[in-house]
């Protein structure tokens, strides 16, 4: 009697094994068939996202460069200026080739000029320093509030489509709504994700261009102090 009542014990075990397999099988899919659910304004969210990829790698290694130099660098430079080696000074920046560097050395051209001039003249190069490293950035801006809003356009037009859908087939089961939004939705979700990474990488990028200007205006102090004072008193 036991082993009678083993079969259709194991058989339904099976069954049930098999069915929840096939249930798997079916709803698992990839992560992009997962995103080209979210409908056509994905195509453009992909793309904002490709080039803020692009965009910040780019922008990181060039302003990485710039902003990085010797820290004894203005140490060498004013001891350099206060015995009055300006060939020394010019090669040592000229070795440098930083935006700091660059800015200095704008200075040093400009020795025997008045000091309001020399001044301005490093200032200004160093502005135009800043708006090259500042190059795209403004891109990462606009894509951050672009891509929100290109998702959230996405949902309500698929939103739109479900209502409209439902009005012709009269079928309002949950089933029907909720598998058609969830699949609206990811064009919010992901607009949401490209605009945080866009938003993020902007103020980042621009933080360190601040500790760069930061740098140089002290630079520049120092540079004026040792041209003006070159005994160091």
Known sequence: ???????PVNAVTDAATN????????TEISALDFVLKGGVFMIPIILLL?????????????????????????????????????????????????????????????????ISEIESNMERVATIEIGT????????GLIAGIAPTLGFVGTILGVIKIFYNISISEDISISNISGGLY?????????????IIAYAVY??????????????????????????RPNGN
């Open 133 to 140: 490293m500042e190059k795209k950035l403004s891109h990462l």
């Open 183 to 195: 699949e609206k939705m990811i064009s919010s979700g992901s607009g949401l994700v490209v605009g």
């Open 50 to 114: 490709l080039y803020t990829i692009y965009v910040s790698i780019e922008r990181y290694l060039y302003i990485s460069k710039e902003t990085k130099s010797n820290k004894n660098l203005m140490g060498n430079v004013v001891a350099l200026l206060q015995t009055g080696q300006l060939d020394s000074v010019k090669m040592t920046l000229d070795n440098e080739d930083s935006a700091i560097s660059r800015v200095i050395k704008e200075g040093t051209m400009s020795i025997g000029r008045p």
């Open 19 to 26: 069915l929840a397999e096939t249930t798997t099988q079916q």
């Open 203 to 228: 103020h980042l990028m621009n933080s360190s261009i601040d500790n760069y200007l930061l740098k140089t205006q002290k630079a520049i102090l120092d540079f004026i102090n040792a041209i003006q």
């Open 1 to 7: 009697m036991l082993t009678f009542l083993q079969v």
